[in-house]
């Protein structure tokens, strides 16, 4: 069979090890010539910024980050970072932090280093989102997308362990999601396999020894990989479902994501025998079911979306947003009924098996 295919590898600048952020940072913002500095971080993820910075001198603290970055914040540290002539922007803190830079750089074009605390992914990604009267909108720009990404997995070690596992989940989300996106191809699958094994080996060490940096790294490492794939590969369907249960439901991100997935897995694994191929020798298991739900036995995931404020009567309505959404080119054809038979699985945690057949 002929390999055809079309890839771009977004261009970023990655650094990566434990207990440098700062040292890091500061050679970072010298490399880059910036003079005036604007750190972004949350009032508290403020105490590990300080840290972060500890070897610069910026010109302005922005605190102000909310969940999914609301139009008003935006205009907030937009206007900020135009009234200090802001040349440089650092991030320190979670997707939503990381998500209120974007918002700044996607007006501005001012250069974004990221330094990430959990493992949401957001700063290898050229994704931004934005809340306007409560709907959320997404787009891509290179704009958004952050010159460097420093990675410290010490920063990480305070990330409670159900919040890491929630979170590592939503990158393992992103690495199974990827093999069946609109824009799948060879080089992202490879990503997102090998994102996989990280994933699957860190997460466990992470809940065995939340104080270890071991389990943090591999969880960090992988995370990054996860987001790369999801970057080049595009939302699938398990993104297309997620972005309307947290959009429209208000449902939480990374448990969202955490608890979607192995139904989604379970839906279309059947359709896609490669993926699910792949999906299973990354496990290192006979199956990719089996694989993804011995890690969430192992890390005692979150199980039913009952359990984040959804209900049986938001069905209907979600299905009618995210069938919209969902690209054709879904291995499983996806109808009302089907995802409906989905949402009603993950709402009480249902075995997800009783969706595979076809
Ligand atoms: P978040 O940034 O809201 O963080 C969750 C909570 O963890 C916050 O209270 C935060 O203060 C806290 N926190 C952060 N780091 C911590 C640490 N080291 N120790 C203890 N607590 C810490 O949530 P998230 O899951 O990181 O990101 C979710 C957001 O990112 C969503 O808005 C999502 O849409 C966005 N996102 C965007 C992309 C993209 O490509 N654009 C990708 C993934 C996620």
Redesign the pocket.
Known sequence: MNLVFEHVTLGQRVLFGSGKAAEHLAAEVSRLGAQRVMVIA?E??RP?AGQVAAGIDPVLWQTDVV???PVETAEKARAAAAGHNVDLLVCV???????LA?AVALTSGIPIVAVP??????EA?N???LTEAARKT?GVDDRVLPATVIYDAE??????VD?SVA?GL?GMAHCIDSLWAPRADPINAALAAEGIRALSQGLPAVKADPAGLDGREQALYGCYLA?VA??SAGSGIHHKICHVL?GTFNLP??QTHATVLPYVLAFNAPAAPQAAARIAAAFGAADALEGLQHLRQVLDAPRALADYGFTAEDIPEAVRIALDAIPASNPRPVTAENLTALLTAALTGEDPKTLTDL
């Open positions: 949350s508290f993820e590990m969940m999914h970055v803190g979670g997707g939503s932090t990381t998500g974007k605390t959990t493992y949401a992914g957001s990604t994704v931004w989102g997404t920063l990480t070690l305070s990330l409670p919040l979170s939503n987001a999801f970057a947290g991100h990374a």
